[in-house]
């Protein structure tokens, strides 16, 4: 089985079957467009992923190697339904603290895998659902740096009414 | 290289921000002024979702009104029995008329209580005003409305809407108002329309006629609610015209909805052979095993959905069970009474493709639940 060598921002070389690997749109245009073959060896430098996201980034990848792609969507109707569901696996897995759920994200959108990108935003989007401003900066370590008058202006046009 | 935490990138922000339904996206922009700047962007906008209900006051702050410029697609949910539900969906539409380039589709959605007695007058001025200027308008689902439409609306969405691609106004009233003249005026305007939903009243031979006119967009879908008075004495559709339209749009797909209202002559006269039925959905007092037979018959080829309302009894079962023989196309049955064991076996052996089921042999709690094929 064809694989591919992928080198972390902190130098770990982490080889992994090339169909795993290619749900990396980066890795597959890498792959099919530029010709890389057999011989060649070299590992793909990733400068932006640590060791340990490349690793559950590969974990995510091996698991859904076998979904069959979204069919297109057929009508209006079928693209209004956006499934706002994550999958039981998809939910366990991101079941980590915040700083790795970020890295993933970020891994997602610089890898450019559109179902890790979309169920990471899907969780973070969660977290922030049915909080008001103060409870979201508690739970993402925000500080809020708004001048008192555009704080005053805020409250002001509050959506939430005071007895919640 | 560990960065604060919250400080995502502003397009990340923006892709995160897409899947939260309005009121939260007003709440994050509130959170800092990284974030305010990410919920102002348009890619936020094109689809958004709003839940009108009785704590949300139906503003939004000044700087994020002009995200409304960025809307393409939206998806309105409100109360209709609670005032400020309804006061601030009446508002938001208002607030999209005249917006360039406008709304690319609209769907209207009501829960809670039906309120007796009410017209809609404010909602529906709304969404005339809206469709009066939205030009770009695609898509526009009112089935879940449950105001009367009238024939001032069609003929606006007619005038204003030329590009329009779906229409639903097959929407649950008791009474039915909009003539089949003119829906007539609007399918003649509208020829992009490939997905089409309409009270059977206001369907005509002439309508039929106009949608297999060679000058237009194929159409996939003709959803018929057939339910009030007025579709009771709705003149009979010639087998012929279905014929026609079939002949001209092969892959045309007809959802049958019969309510209670009608009775077994009325039901016979709009089930006609040539009708490409692909779903079928039962809800008559009178005579069911009937229909289910004649579905057998005349839509085995096409029927994808069926899904029953009526008392249990023994025709009716022979009646699934010869359905369930006939219909190799069949992906969903849903019989809301309780069936006896070999019209279960008989769904299962035939129907490769069934993938969802609600046939019950005992009188479970409600509500009942599909069981899905694996």
């Known amino acids: 089985m064809p694989s591919i060598k992928l080198q972390s921002s902190d130098g770990e070389i982490i080889e992994v079957d090339v169909e795993i690997a290619k749900q990396s749109e980066i890795i597959k245009t890498m792959v099919e467009d530029l010709g890389m073959d057999d011989e060649d060896d070299d590992p793909v430098p990733l400068p932006n992923v640590s060791a340990e996201i490349l690793k559950k980034v590969i974990e995510w990848c091996t698991y859904h190697m076998e979904d069959a792609p979204p069919p297109p969507p057929q009508n209006y109707e079928d693209k209004a339904k956006k499934v706002m569901d994550i999958p039981i696996w998809d939910q366990e897995f991101l079941t980590v603290d915040q700083e790795t759920l970020y890295e993933l994200m970020m891994a997602a959108n610089y890898l450019d895998i559109k179902g890790l990108f979309d169920v990471t935003c899907k969780t973070v989007a969660n977290m922030i659902k049915e909080k008001t401003p103060e409870e979201i900066r508690q739970t993402f370590n925000i500080e809020n740096d708004f001048t008192e008058e555009e704080e005053a202006q805020l409250r002001r046009q509050s959506l939430w009414r005071e007895a919640k | ?374």
């Open chain 2, 1 to 374: 290289m560990a960065e604060p935490r919250g400080h995502l990138p502003e397009e990340v922000l923006a892709l995160i921000f897409c899947h939260l339904p309005l009121r939260d996206r007003t709440t994050a922009a509130q959170v800092c002024r990284a974030w305010a700047a990410a919920a102002a962007c348009s890619t936020v906008w094109h689809d958004t979702k709003v839940s009108c209900d009785s704590e949300w006051e139906g503003m939004l702050p000044p700087c994020l009104s002009a995200c409304l410029d960025h809307v393409h697609n939206l998806q309105l949910e409100f109360e209709p029995a609670k005032k400020p539900s309804r006061q601030a969906a009446t508002k938001l539409l208002k607030e999209l008329v005249g917006r360039r380039p406008g709304l690319r589709s609209l769907l209207l959605e009501c829960s809670g209580e039906k309120p007796l007695f009410d017209s809609g007058r404010d909602v529906l001025g709304a969404v005339h005003a809206v469709c009066q200027t939205a030009g770009a308008l695609r898509h526009l689902d009112l089935r879940r409305l449950p105001f009367m439409l009238d024939d001032a609306l069609v003929l606006q969405v007619a005038h204003g809407c030329p590009q329009l691609q779906s229409l639903f106004l097959n929407n649950c009233t008791l009474v039915g108002s909009m003539g089949p003249d003119s829906v007539l005026e609007l399918l003649v305007a509208c020829r992009s329309l490939r997905v089409l939903g309409l009270h059977l009243a206001s369907l005509s031979h002439a309508a039929l006629g106009v949608l297999a006119a060679p000058d237009r967009a194929p159409l996939d879908l003709l959803a018929l609610r057939c339910a009030s008075p007025e579709d009771t004495r709705a003149p009979e559709l010639p087998d012929q015209a279905w014929a026609a339209l079939r002949c001209r749009h092969p892959r045309l797909a007809v959802e049958l909805e019969l309510e209670t209202a009608l009775c077994t002559h009325t039901v016979r006269r709009v089930l006609q052979p040539s009708v490409p039925v692909a779903a079928l959905r039962l809800n008559l007092s009178g005579d069911t095993a009937g229909p289910v037979h004649f579905a057998a018959r005349h839509y085995a080829a096409n029927l994808r959905e069926l899904e029953v309302h009526a008392a249990a009894s023994a025709e009716l079962d022979a009646a699934l069970e010869a359905l369930a023989a006939s219909c190799p196309a069949l992906r969903e049955v849903h019989c809301f009474c309780v069936v006896r064991p070999a019209v279960r076996r008989a769904f299962l052996a035939h129907c490769p493709r069934l993938r969802s089921y609600t046939l019950k042999l005992t009188r479970e709690r409600h509500p009942w639940r599909p069981t899905l094929v694996a």
